[in-house]
């Protein structure tokens, strides 16, 4: 059994809403809606992971807030820090390789995309209305 890597995931919000992301093609798990994140690189700090997946997959600069929440990925293999980040004036860019599309959604709104994980609907349904 391969030990579990860490992986961070940015929790955008203007005003009730909060950005989610299509993956992209070069994604893993292509098609599926999250908020954006990825893999903690070796010696980076989480704080230091979700500002450069945020800046790599939206070009947005964002700045981590606090750790709000952590739950496994679907499959086991890694376990999820979720940061509340504040971004900066400025136009989301995605990058295509990564982002299909990006949407400002109500929370609410999570269970009318598809495809998502199941994981992160506790989330959505319990952490987010607390913050």
Known sequence: MSPVRDAVVAVIRRE?????????????????????????????????AVSREVREELGLEVRPVEKVWECPTHDG?????WWL?????????????????????LPEEFDDLEPTFEAHRPFFEEILPTL
């Open 85 to 105: 980040a504040e971004a900066s004036a400025g136009e989301i860019r995605p990058d295509p390789a990564e982002v299909s599309e990006a949407r400002w959604i």
């Open 16 to 48: 009730e809403r909060v950005l989610m992301v299509r993956r992209g093609p070069d994604a893993p798990m292509a098609g599926c809606w999250a908020p954006p994140g990825g893999r903690i690189e070796p010696g980076e700090t989480q704080e230091e």
């Open 77 to 81: 293999g890694y376990l999820l820090h």
